[in-house]
């Protein structure tokens, strides 16, 4: 997919998560194919004033390139300027705006899902970022703020007259947050009155859905979020369905060898955090762990005696623990396979 100068592999992107999509998250996605991953939403704001834990959210690891770095702000040109520096860094393929997050602490700063009711200081916010950078520019958003007033067409129209390269569009209402259903019908519309390439998103959690979608909509590309979370694999099924070859079969030893690949990349990501406030690596390896646990659930969801093993997570205190608990849960399984979803 060609994002302005930017050429994806394919067509199918690890969507944007706070509290997931983490370079360590983002390489194991990258391992099973995944051509573009978002970093965690940061707060334009905080990263034009040095914020450290700002900047920590946009922490990257060498071999996960193309990375978008994915900022919210609501003031133009501070959003072009926090879009300057993170340029600057050298490690980022594209700069995406956040007008989607409905979480009310970023909703009540006018920015996130907010500028879903002001398209054009949407369109304002993409002219001035466009004017900073020479990065690729691209806008999240959604169809619209609640289902009384879809607001997508007047967003798309700002997003393409403001100049950037191309529109994600999850096919939800931002009241919804992310339950319900989702409007592809209202994303394909979308596809064609747009010149620049459309991204759509939203329920796809396999591989013959992101296929199907992709072909219904005419969308140039699919965007998958919790569909990634506990199964980084179904990039892989998607690019083996396209070439017309079965789903691999994923046993437990590939799943051991992905958490553990997983988990030290948080441990080394939280090391870099720790190093900025101080931590002993006692305290860096528990964050890791504690952070972890959301994945974990997610990565052994459907095994057998499952929920037996999920009432100790509280306990999990370190990755020695994480690894302990997980090989418990393998012993007690009759099959080898990890069960598809
Ligand atoms: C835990 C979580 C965090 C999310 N954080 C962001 C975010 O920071 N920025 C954003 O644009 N979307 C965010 N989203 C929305 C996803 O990118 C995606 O649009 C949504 O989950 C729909 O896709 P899905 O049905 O494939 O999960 C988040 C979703 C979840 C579940």
């Known amino acids: 997919m ?12 690890l969507a944007p998560m706070a509290g997931y999509t983490d370079a360590a998250f983002r390489s194991v996605c990258k391992r099973f194919g995944c051509s573009m991953g978002y970093t965690e939403v940061a707060v334009a704001q905080g990263l034009i004033r040095g914020s450290k834990p700002s900047w920590h959210l ?11 770095g994915h900022i919210y702000g609501s003031d133009p040109d501070v959003m072009a300027r926090t879009a300057a520096a993170i340029e600057a860094t050298g ?12 979480v009310r602490k970023i909703v009540a ?44 067409r007047e967003i798309a129209e700002q997003v393409e007259t ?9 096919g939800r209402y931002a009241a919804h947050h992310h339950r319900g259903d989702v409007d592809w019908e209202l994303i394909a519309e979308i596809k064609t009155m747009c010149r620049i390439p459309v991204i759509g998103n939203g329920g796809v959690f396999t591989a013959q859905e992101a296929l199907r979608r992709l ?13 990634a979370v506990g199964q980084p694999w179904i990039f892989d099924d998607i690019a083996r369905l396209e070439r017309g070859e079965p ?24 090391k870099i955090e720790g190093g ?27 095994l057998q005696d499952w929920a037996d093993i999920r009432r100790q997570f509280n306990d999990l205190a370190s990755s020695a623990d994480i690894m302990e608990v997980v090989d418990a849960v393998f012993e007690r399984q009759h099959s080898d396979i990890v069960p598809s979803r």
Not at 123 to 128: D, F, M
Not at 253 to 269: F, N, P, S
């Open 162 to 170: 403001g100049g950037a390269h191309a529109l994600a569009i999850h």
């Open 2 to 13: 060609q994002i302005g100068s930017l050429k994806t592999e394919t067509s199918f992107f």
């Open 247 to 270: 789903i691999a079969v994923r046993r437990l030893t590939e799943l051991r060898d992905i958490i553990e690949q997983h988990l030290a990349g948080l441990v080394a990501l939280k």
């Open 58 to 68: 946009l922490e990257t690891v060498p071999g996960e390139r193309p990375i978008a």
């Open 91 to 102: 490690r980022f393929d594209l700069i995406d705006i956040n007008c989607g997050c409905p």
């Open 215 to 227: 072909r219904e909509s005419g969308v140039d590309g699919i965007m998958i979020a919790r569909g």
């Open 276 to 302: 900025h406030r101080r931590k002993g690596s006692f305290l860096v390896d528990r964050g890791a762990a504690t952070h972890f646990r959301c994945h974990l659930i997610q990565y052994l969801s459907g």
């Open 109 to 152: 700063k006018g920015a996130g899902a907010a500028l879903i009711r002001d398209p054009n200081r949407i369109g304002e916010i993409v002219r001035a970022v466009r004017a900073e950078v020479s990065l690729p520019v691209t806008v999240k958003t959604r169809i619209g703020f609640d289902a009384e007033k879809p607001r997508i």
